[in-house]
């Protein structure tokens, strides 16, 4: 079984396509009737990206708009975000905190096991599971299976991000490179017409027609403010 799990999270990087992935396989393999995931954002500090699967529309659809500081300890969630092992939890529409019972009521949830997604000493988020529609028990037997479930769910979660920060990373050196390359282009075009001896006006010519080719544009206008006469000389305008 867990076999089929990882097999399951390595055949993708990108991180939406794994959620929705860890969800499928955690109901498939555990056979329970719902699951539920959320993500730590470590730099707002906050658990968000909720993903469900097995619910109703209308619970999967509120599911979606949760989010919780962490440090918002009033919730089971946030607990569980803090804790190092999994718990199984029971009675929770009507134990606890009024916030957690009503927001466990929304849910349709009463018993539930869930576990912090952990890999290398650090949580990721959390994974809910419960047999909110069919009613069976909960085998509390479960809760190890769950967490090394949780650990391979969080391997591949950390995987996914990391690619995600290269990919980003390599994007924004691409943009830079293309950006420093456009910069010399202009830089070049003053150089040619310097060499060429070309007068003032015909070197703002050039450096205007560069930039419109730079930028992709048929609108520029390059001008020059006179401060000691305050008058604004239009030296390049070109309109279409």
Request: aromatic share 6%.
């Amino acid at each position: 079984m867990l076999h089929r799990v990882g097999d399951a999270l390595g055949k993708t990087m990108d991180l939406e396509e794994l959620l929705d992935k860890s969800l499928q396989a955690v109901i498939s393999s555990l056979y329970f009737d719902r699951a539920l995931l959320m993500l730590i954002d470590e730099k707002r500090q906050v658990l968000t990206s909720t993903r469900t699967i097995g619910g109703n529309p209308q619970v999967s659809a509120f599911a979606s708009q949760l989010e919780f500081s962490l440090n918002d300890l009033q919730y089971d969630l946030v607990k569980l975000a803090h804790a190092d092992q999994p718990r199984h939890y029971r009675n929770v529409d009507q134990e606890g905190t009024e916030e957690n019972q009503a927001l466990t009521q929304s849910l349709g949830v009463r018993e539930w096991l869930g576990t912090p997604l952990i890999t290398k000493g650090r949580c990721v988020g959390v994974l809910g599971v419960d047999n909110g529609v069919s009613q069976r028990p909960i085998a509390p037997g479960n809760l190890g299976l769950l967490f090394t479930v949780g650990t391979q769910i969080a391997a591949a979660i950390e995987s996914a991000q990391l690619y995600q920060t290269l990919e980003r990373r390599v994007e924004e050196r691409t943009a830079a490179l293309a950006q420093r390359n456009a910069e010399l282009q202009i830089i070049n075009s003053i150089q040619q017409g310097i060499t060429a001896e070309l007068n003032f006006q015909s070197i703002i010519d050039l450096v205007g027609d560069k930039l419109r080719e730079v930028f992709n544009t048929a609108h520029l206008v390059i001008n020059w403010y006179d401060d000691e006469n305050n008058l604004r000389h239009f030296l390049y305008v070109h309109e279409n």
